[in-house]
């Protein structure tokens, strides 16, 4: 019997890739936190979710002019990127919807949403945590290692969400 290992062998190259995804999801998450997160620069930049963007604006720690900016910059980056995703390779856009997420097979909305929430609420904890310059002396090593924390929750999230919805924090 050969028809049965060429489906085993597939379901194990599906699981490389997709630790291999999500390992290159944190280094990837971390190298960008890594570079927008530098000790002297603002609280977040336009790399930053938007909702991070939000709760930032809403606690007062950035001004809503800076915010509705960033929101903007965030907007026209992904279009241009989405734009630019298209035109170097229209088979794979096409073929995967350029990339709209979707509920997965036995998820509610109700229950996607939920899942987004929550996660979208620990990736903003997290990074709240990671720029708390009220907490002084007791917290020292934040600045070095907070990419670091950033990018194992946006990691830890998807790692947790792909299946719900294909994680959209």
Known sequence: GGGGGGEGGKEGHRAVCYVLAQLQLLVSSTIISSLSSH?????SLPSSPTAVTLGLAITRKMSLFRAVCYVLAQLLGATIGAAMARHVSP???????GGINFVGPDVTIG???LAEFMGTFV????VFCAID?????EVFHMP???PLAIGLSVTLMHFGMIGIDNCSI
């Open 123 to 126: 990736l903003v904890f997290t």
């Open 133 to 137: 310059t009220e907490r002084g002396d």
């Open 39 to 43: 000790p002297s620069a603002p609280p």
């Open 91 to 97: 088979e794979i856009f096409d073929r995967y919807n």
């Open 144 to 146: 070095t290692l907070a």
């Open 111 to 113: 229950g996607a949403f």
